[in-house]
């Protein structure tokens, strides 16, 4: 075996493993979200890699855990005399999504063990792979440096919208890197493209990161539960509390009026955007890219603007997220395809 290509018989194997591992890291998104919206996410309050994978397997063992999280202030001011049941309810949601954490690590260091027992990988594709496990640990980390924020001495009753938004875009990151390598590693050949396609392919992926970054403000801050007028917020064109005088221009990450109103507008921006890009390279080889990009984000478009209407409960809140995670992909999938360099031009 060369040491730039891999067997033949080999590609296919690790890219049903990487479909495998990329399926399980769009579950643990919608997991995690669904661990927001049901408040679940303060309900451990200690981190442990090793011990932290057994829940609590005694009725001694629920009651110290139910203790700890009683010294929290989203206890004290949000769920003051809750039961041990209503206990229970946010604690499985918030394990889960660490076991389930977990075993996404599991199955990426075992594929990557088997594949490198058989002689499968490059070494370039080696380090590509434990890129992905080092992110991975990163991400379990920023993971309780978020949950850290609403544990101690804090009156906060809710993570820290930054690094609930630093936490979501490192996933986002993960399942887009697995995505690209998915892409790399199969037979399709990319047709050239202008420079103007390739710069329009990429600005529409960091237009997509950008939003979703203002997507998970607007969920760390429940904004998405306010404001439930559409196209106006509570009748104005702009909200007079776009900026708030205690926040100033803190406004802009940490206000509901701000968010919401932000992620609107890089909303319609971007759909504008899409359908503008579709029209206009409708006759190019990749026509059709752009024409499915623009669809799926019109889709979201539509989607975000009826949850938000219903005030966003928690399973449109959940699709709405699940289709953005759905455009991102296909962002890439846009810049993956447009990547070629037309030569002749």
Partial sequence: MSETTIPPAAAPWIRRWLILVGLMVYAMILIGGATRLTDSGLSITEWDPIKGALPPLSAEAWNEAFAKYRETAEYRYINHGMSMSEFQHIYWWEWGHRFFGRMIGLVAVLGIAVFAIRKWLTRPLLWKLLGLVALGGLQGAIGWWMVSSGIGETTRVDVAPYRLMTHFILALLILALVAWLWLDLGQRARSPAPRAIRVTAKLFLVAIFVQMAAGALVAGLDAGRSYNDWPLMAGELVPSHYIEGDLGIRSLFEGRAATQFNHRIFAYVIWAASLLA??????????????????????QAVWGIFTLLHAAPMNLALLHQAIGVVVTLAAVRLVWLTARPDASA
């Fill in 278 to 299: 579709a029209w206009a390279y409708r006759k190019s080889l990749h026509g059709r890219s752009f024409m499915v990009f623009a669809g799926l984000v019109s889709l």
